[in-house]
């Protein structure tokens, strides 16, 4: 596919027919590592929930009532970023954004994991309402990581509607 259309064909997906493969699953994770970071500090973490029991388990115990039925029928994949790597130099915060530079690195590879994911024929939601101190818990993440987002991965049960974006010039400033 070409990336414009995988751009323009990626969508938030709030209802799955069927999960994805371990085998899937970590191809698209290993794509996903090849976004930049900061001096390459790969700061990225992934924690995938695949199992029957432990998804039912992390649903209801981690998510809100709205994203444990929008993320039926998918794999749940926890994204963390190790704080302290990213913006900072022998310890010391190089620039005011600090640990910004660590979401922000996150949030690249997450980018490349939803275009990945779609371009293996799977779709995801990014899921920012979370319990983080039950997942922590639940699945041993250590204190130095910080939790940001559940990213649903699966089949699409149906294709949602595009939602519209703001105007070009509304978001956009040239000199």
């Known amino acids: 596919?070409?990336?414009?259309?995988?751009?323009?064909?990626?969508?938030?997906v709030r209802n799955y027919a069927e999960s994805i493969s371990y085998d899937d699953l970590r191809e698209i994770l290993?794509?996903?590592q090849q976004a930049p970071s900061w001096a390459n500090t790969q700061t990225a973490r992934v924690?995938?929930?695949?199992?029957?029991?432990?998804l039912e388990t992390f649903r209801e115990?981690?998510?809100p009532e709205?994203?444990?039925?929008?993320?039926?029928g998918a794999a749940l994949l926890v994204t963390t970023f190790v704080k302290g790597l990213a913006g900072f130099r022998d310890g010391s915060q190089v620039n005011e954004p600090g640990n910004g530079w660590g979401a922000y690195d996150l949030g690249l590879h997450d980018a490349y994991l939803i275009l990945a994911a779609k371009d293996a024929g799977y779709d995801t939601l990014i899921?920012?309402?979370r319990y983080a101190d039950i997942i922590r818990e639940m699945l041993g993440i250590p204190?130095?990581?910080e939790i940001m987002s559940v990213i649903a991965i699966g089949k699409q049960a149906k294709e949602p509607a595009m939602r519209p974006r703001k105007?070009?010039?509304e978001v956009m400033k040239f000199f």
């Open 1 to 12: 596919m070409e990336f414009k259309e995988l751009i323009q064909q990626r969508r938030s």
């Open 30 to 32: 290993i794509q996903a």
């Open 47 to 54: 924690y995938a929930v695949q199992s029957e029991e432990m």
């Open 61 to 63: 115990q981690a998510l």
């Open 66 to 72: 709205f994203n444990q039925k929008n993320s039926a």
């Open 127 to 129: 899921i920012g309402m």
């Open 143 to 145: 204190e130095n990581e």
């Open 167 to 169: 105007d070009p010039d």
